[in-house]
């Protein structure tokens, strides 16, 4: 294995090329570093522009190389993406959290990282470069390609950003998550919410839920049910319900059952719905 | 890429310049340990799972063996060997010994770093705080408690 930390886009670009399909991508390298693979890695999380967050033409756009600890501390992740600063809170411990990136999060493609099920709740689109300069967008929920596969090939696709529409007036976000410790565990479920009230009706709704499949998974039929419903006891209790019976899961040695990981789904999706909904009401909540 | 696998990789070592010819794809943990003759900081689990090895990049906790020596290029880098001055420990040192905090001590450079970070960032932190910021560092014979009050103790004093 070799070690290159790029100075600029050219860089990562040409040692890709250069490496025809034996170098790869790294941003924080927690995952890929050990695995001691045949490749070379190519590091770009010295670029400038991969640790940018900032709110631009009508967009929260943050670097491919922000840190979890940098985005569960930004003032405006906090305020305008709630979800996402809560998924990157809880990710390995502290110290993964100091170099592990979200850009990462995402291409690493484990069917219920923590970051990306927030950012698909948050409905969060990736700009992708390739080693022939091609530039695109995809939306993250498109990006999962098998278990623990990535759309995104990083011998020769580079995922420079992540963005999504802020949530402002009338809209919230909520990660909820659960697992057997508080650190260094991965989730039984997580999930997560983004949700738009009008009149105190849901107008629109992303409801997100992991691991049920390879990769996070929106649950459409729950999110069209509650369309048009205020956020009550009732709808609530109905959410549980049908967020369970729109998923099938197996029983996990690594999670947990499959009957305890319904009830999971069941319980995070409707929370994270009802903190979204609360954070929608009163945006003075957005960073509680 | 670049054959020619090592290169020189100029970092800030415990506040002094530090030039080293060495394979950046090496962790940051070998480099420490093994070129450097800083034995202080500990080589536990090798994969980010115990927080032995925990040093500080930037003034925050990381995993060394995590980390590529690469990374280290133009930043600051402080270990546990930085935190006795003068001859005499460091408080959070002293309030390990205090409180009980140490009993096998191969936990206790990772320990003390982590919460050397959080004091850093945080020098009045809650109980909840300090157990976020040690919640990386594993421990399997002291016990969390007395290292949670050390941590606190040590703030008071500091």
Redesign the interface.
Known sequence: ?????ASNLDEVIS?LR??SG??RVVAG??DL??QDLPY????L??LPETTVIEEKDGFVKLGAAVTH?AAASSPLVLSRARALAEGCETI?????R??GTIGGNVVNAAPAADAAVALIGLGAEAVIIDIEGNRRQESVENLYWAYNRSVVDSTREVMLSLQFKPCLGGEGSAFTRFAAR???ALPMVNASARVKLENGLVKEARLVAAPVNPAPTRLLKTEELIIGRSINEETISMVEKAAAEEVEVRDSLLRCSARYRLHLVGVLVSRALKTAADRALDPGKAGE | MNNLKKQVLIFQLNGEPMGILADPAESLLTILREKLGLYGTKAGCGKGECGACTVLLDDRAVNSCLVPAGKVQGRKVETIENLSQGGKVHPIQEEFVEKGAVQCGFCSPGMVMSAHALLKENPQPNPEQVRVAISGNLCRCSGYKQIEEAILSAAEKM
């Not at chain 1, 294995?1 to 930390?5: A, G, N, P, V």
């Open positions: 294995m070799s070690y290159l930390i040692s250069d490496g034996k170098a390298a927690t570093y050990l070379g890695l190519v590091d999380s010295a600890t390995g411990s502290l110290q993964i100091n170099i508080r650190a260094l």
